[in-house]
């Protein structure tokens, strides 16, 4: 069982940076992989970053590849997504995902999920 909690979240404006954190429990997150997804009322959740247990593979959604970088520290139990130069269209609720047996990262199909943190872009 892992519990996970986001945090980091807010209100910015358009071009500005934000950084998401998400807190694992347990003594074996070195061992999972761990996403971030995002969602916006009415429609489906969809990938935005992943990286593997090791942190030596990740992977991006195209719509914020080159402006969002995952990474994890392992002695921390936790994963990080940051995030610049953001857009209006990047508002949304953004979960942490974790799974140990996951074998496509961009999956949706994560065993544990976090509460989720809003991230508001302005215009």
């Known amino acids: 069982q892992v519990r996970l909690v986001e945090s980091g979240g807010g209100l910015v404006q358009a071009g500005g940076s934000l950084r998401l954190s998400c807190a694992a429990s347990g003594r074996t997150f070195g061992s999972y992989a761990m996403g971030w997804f995002r969602q916006t009322p009415g429609k489906e959740r969809e990938f935005v970053a992943a990286?593997?247990?090791?942190?030596?593979?990740?992977e991006y959604a195209d719509s914020v590849k080159g402006r969002v970088t995952i990474s994890r520290d392992n002695a921390k139990n936790t994963v990080y997504l940051q995030m610049n130069s953001l857009k209006p269209e990047d508002t949304a609720v953004y979960y942490c995902?974790?799974?140990?047996?996951?074998?496509?990262?961009?999956?949706?199909?994560?065993?544990?999920w976090g509460q989720g943190t809003q991230v508001t872009v302005s215009s």
């Open positions: 990286i593997s247990s090791s942190g030596g593979n990740t």
């Open positions: 995902a974790a799974d140990r047996t996951i074998v496509r990262l961009t999956n949706i199909l994560y065993d544990y």
